[in-house]
């Protein structure tokens, strides 16, 4: 029997086969185990407020992680604030770090004191970029030493089929937290010419006339969706606001694609676009600028082979998941017998 346990729980993990870097950290004398706050029964598909399908699997990773020697690493704010609850709660207290902490929208009213509450006594949290340190140690009143930023990582995705699902060139913008489509599409109306390809939510699209140079997938599987922006021109991030911390996986996936990037000039992508070598940023809501940016890059073959090639050099020297395996090594070092 192993004599560590590391417990995962997680909010969203998207296959039911994900171990997070338990391949990665094969050589650690470990069991590891994990928990999905997924709903996976009737019960839970039924009943989504309150999501009872959270409360059970942080429920099960607290109690997990009552053997003698445990960390609890939790993956997402709101399972880490239920999984330190019960953690608390059961006594004994483990070593709890918060990866991927990461807010749309931060909590407000009852539900950031209860937060609070919990991420008070967490050990550690990674957040994926440096205003979102400064952000959340300010709103929750966390000290920054607990605070980690690790620029978010991850291989070259795969994609299927292997051939386009859409012939010809084009410009895509991919994902669904924290976008601002109607500014997009108001700015590639202007653009005729050039056609732009979406996957996003329906929640998304609610109620945008599609342009007719617009092509829109929603919910295609994982490789469909990578194999959008595998064959894409370069991507377009619009995000909301410039305090939207989001996008990370969009905008990572598509440089290690060599993907040039267009994006809403929010606080949260500073560690990720370097404007002028891997990409071009602009106003929030500003579809001149971002209509202009999009005709720029496609049209400048020049500019649009300099950022190819350092979106995919920054990808490789940046984002590769060596640099989490190395972060959660040192972490379990000090922490296991």
Known sequence: MKKFRIVNCAEVVGSKNWTFLQDELSDVDAEWTFHRCEPANWLERTVRKPQISRFRACLRAALDARFANSVIVSHLPRATWWTEYFNQTLGGRKPHIAFSFNFTDVPTDRQKVMMMRSFRTIDRFVVYSTVEKHLYSEYFDIDPARIDVLLWAMDTPKIGPHSPLVEGEYVCAVGGEGRDYPTLFAAIRQLPEIQLVVVARPSNLSGLKIPPNVKVF????????????????????????????????????????????????????????????????????????????????????????????????????????????????????????
């Not at 071009?280 to 600028?289: H, P």
């Not at 395996?325 to 017998?337: E, G, H, I, T």
Request: aromatic letters at 10%; a positive charge.
């Open 218 to 337: 929603t919910n295609l599987p994982s490789q469909s969706f990578w194999n959008v922006v595998k064959f894409s021109k370069f991507s377009v991030i619009p995000l909301r606001n410039e305090q939207t911390n989001c996008g990370h996986i969009s905008l990572v996936g598509s440089m290690l694609f060599g993907k040039p990037l267009i994006a809403t000039n929010s606080r949260g992508i500073d560690d990720y676009v370097e404007v002028g070598k891997n990409g071009l940023v602009m106003k929030a809501g500003d579809s001149e600028a971002l209509a202009d940016a999009i005709q720029r890059l496609w049209n400048d073959s020049g500019l649009f082979r300099r950022m190819a090639e350092l979106s995919l050099q920054f990808s490789h020297d940046r984002h590769r998941p060596h640099n989490w395996v190395d972060y959660l090594r040192r972490y379990l070092a000090d922490k296991m017998p």
